[in-house]
């Protein structure tokens, strides 16, 4: 029985925009995500409706309806063809294209990699990593920031996950990342048939093969000399209940689904960050503050985070106004009723995190950069899912904790000896595709302290 507040059903499309001919709206969105999505929410509310080519699309605004979704009534929802069709070409059916028992399988097998104990012995490693990238600093020169941060971060999963140091093969995973996400802002990558050999397809898979020729060979010298503790050497090792091992294309779309997402979205927030502080410089002056005070010039470890809270909320108001990961995809299994609407089996259903974490009803001046508002009495007011940089339920980033880590030693290690400087005219312009990636690089001086 109805309570009197809920709607009723209706299994009429939701207001949304009018879409092109044949395209609908994939080139307002290819030409202008952020906007796109963001005037979505603002003209027609918590929830929006379009048709595409592909079927109907609806856009969840409101905490509570993507919570029924990526929570409540996750069992019900699968990545869909929207998600697989993006990355499928890059990460085959690795954990975070997976379904079912299949996922369930291989995310029990690398989650010993992520356990606290384990992400504890991470640290020292990350801060190594990162004071030996500061020592090829020069005192006021111009260094590509997220660059930097794209070669650091990879060192660091690559040691952590899979023990191997990679150094040799940065610029090709570099090259590979940077070509794939290019072409997946294609529009013909969106809108023809995957049989088409789109240039964007065909970049793709020159992509994929640049990435095979590095992640085939840590396979190869894993096999040859197993570890005890990483990643490659856990599922070379693993056999299902007929006494089947993995075969090595499994292994190999496992290990670039963690190598990429390992390292991508720490990178992305650090970038983000960095670009934070030099645009308030009362923020940075702050969080320097905080670092002198606990660190007083030593390395940062895992025991002086829960002294270092200014330099989390830092992290975490970066991730708030730009979150690496600005959406989510799902699609029903079945039939769901969210907010009065029926939403059809096979839709895609949108959920942003650019959206919802700029959203005023839930954080006051949401555009302003102020890492202050992350106070206890904020995050019990909000809505559960008012902030999910990691998403939520089931699906969360199975690597969040390490994230999270990296990210706040990281940031430490760096601002206790370097003041980062924005190049006159330096913009943040962002493209959206599995991540929001920043398309031309971030140029900053760099100031020893």
Not at 77 to 85: M, R
Request: with cysteine.
């Amino acid at each position: 029985m109805m309570s009197s507040d809920t709607p009723p059903v209706t299994d009429e499309m939701p207001p949304g925009p009018d879409g092109l001919p044949v395209v609908g709206n994939y080139p307002s969105y290819i030409r202008e995500p952020f906007e796109f999505m963001t005037r979505n929410a603002r003209e027609y509310g918590d929830i929006v409706g379009w048709e595409e080519r592909n079927g109907p699309v609806y856009q969840l605004n409101h905490p509570d309806h993507i919570e029924q979704v990526l929570v409540q009534n996750n069992q019900n929802y699968v990545k869909g063809d929207a998600f697989q069709s993006t990355l499928g070409p890059i990460t085959g059916s690795g954990i975070l294209n997976s379904e079912g028992a299949i996922w369930r399988r291989n995310r029990h097998l690398i989650q010993p990699a992520f356990h606290p104990n384990r992400i504890e012995e991470y640290s020292e490693m990350m801060t190594g990593y990162t004071e030996e990238m500061l020592e090829t600093w020069s005192d006021g020169e111009t260094r590509e920031i997220h660059e930097d941060m794209m070669t650091v971060t990879l060192k660091i999963v690559s040691r952590a996950l899979f023990g191997v140091d990679i150094d040799d093969h940065v610029e090709d995973i570099g090259e590979a990342l940077e070509s794939f996400m290019e072409a997946s802002e294609s529009l013909s990558h969106y809108v023809l048939p995957e049989e088409i050999p789109t240039p964007s397809r065909k970049q793709i898979q020159g992509a994929r093969e640049q990435l095979d020729d590095v992640v085939y060979e840590l396979i190869e010298d894993r096999r040859a000399n197993p570890g005890e503790q990483d990643v490659i050497s856990m599922l070379l090792d693993v056999t299902d209940d007929d006494g089947n091992t993995l075969s090595t294309e499994q292994i190999r779309d496992e290990v670039v689904t963690l190598l990429l997402a390992g390292h991508e979205t720490t990178a992305l927030s650090l970038s983000f960050t960095a670009y934070a502080l030099a645009r308030h410089p009362e923020a940075e002056a702050k969080l320097v503050e905080e670092l002198d005070e606990v660190l007083d010039g030593r390395t940062p470890t895992m025991s002086d985070l829960s002294e270092l809270t200014y330099t989390e909320q830092v992290v975490k108001e970066s991730m708030r106004l730009y979150p690496p990961v600005p959406g989510i995809v799902r699609e029903p299994v079945k039939p769901d009723i969210i907010g009065g609407y029926e939403i059809p089996a096979g839709a895609t259903v949108r959920m942003h995190q650019w959206v919802v974490h700029r959203d005023e009803r839930w954080y006051d001046d949401p555009l302003a950069f102020e890492p202050e508002r992350w106070t206890d009495d904020l995050e019990q007011s909000i809505p559960k899912l008012a902030y999910f940089p990691f998403a939520a339920g089931p699906r969360r980033c199975i690597g969040d904790r390490f994230a999270m880590l990296e990210a706040r030693l990281l940031l430490a290690t760096i601002y206790q000896k370097y003041h980062l400087e924005l190049t006159p005219g330096t913009e943040l312009d962002l493209m959206a595709t599995v991540t929001a990636r920043p398309k031309s690089e971030i140029e900053m001086t760099v100031e020893r302290r």
